[in-house]
């Protein structure tokens, strides 16, 4: 699998080293961090910067990045956090970082992209631009826990999260316990 995974300027970077962190070693991973997400970085997380040989770093003003490209073939996208101004962007077909250029060429070529959308409350107006990604085939999946695995921790919460979007993503994963109705 080839995998690309936007981190832009939301809260919740945390979650995004998190989740690369945890890939397994056998996907092909494309990261590309927007500017934003590089100023909130050191505010929110210490975490570093996961480096292994199957990740691979795009600045996110490296528009010649094979990832740019639909005739690189990628499974999958996820943003994570998806910043209100990148959802907005992608919206209304916007493609003017990496991460945006990225985004319309997995909409047009019909891939999996997965948004996680990290605000709260939302407004209206994101309310509606989620609704029409949706509309496009966009899983919205924004950071939402299920107390029935019973997380008692952050890293646990973080984990039930993350097993969240490897599903969406088709990546068999143990983050957390499933329900099995007892």
Request: with cysteine.
């Amino acid at each position: 699998m080839k995998l690309v995974v936007g981190i832009t300027g939301a809260s919740g970077i945390r979650l995004g080293i998190k989740f690369i962190s945890s890939l397994p070693s056998n996907i092909e991973v494309y990261v590309v961090l927007s500017n934003n997400a590089k100023v909130a970085l050191p505010y929110e997380s210490d975490l570093p910067l996961p480096s292994r040989d199957n990740i691979i770093y795009y600045d996110d003003k490296s528009i010649e990045a094979c990832i740019s490209s639909g005739s690189f073939q990628t499974d999958a996208m996820i943003i994570l956090p998806c910043s209100m101004n990148t959802l907005a962007k992608c919206t209304v077909g916007i493609a003017d970082s990496l991460i945006t250029r990225v985004f319309s060429v997995m909409l047009k070529e019909k891939r999996n992209i997965v948004l996680s959308p990290r605000e709260m409350p939302y407004n209206t107006i994101q309310l509606e631009n989620m609704t029409k990604l949706s509309t496009l085939g966009v899983t919205i999946a924004p950071p939402v826990l299920g107390y029935y695995s019973k997380q008692q921790t952050l890293d646990e919460m973080e984990d039930f999260m993350i097993g969240k979007w490897f599903d969406l993503l088709k990546i068999e994963h143990n983050l957390y316990k499933r329900w099995d109705g007892k």
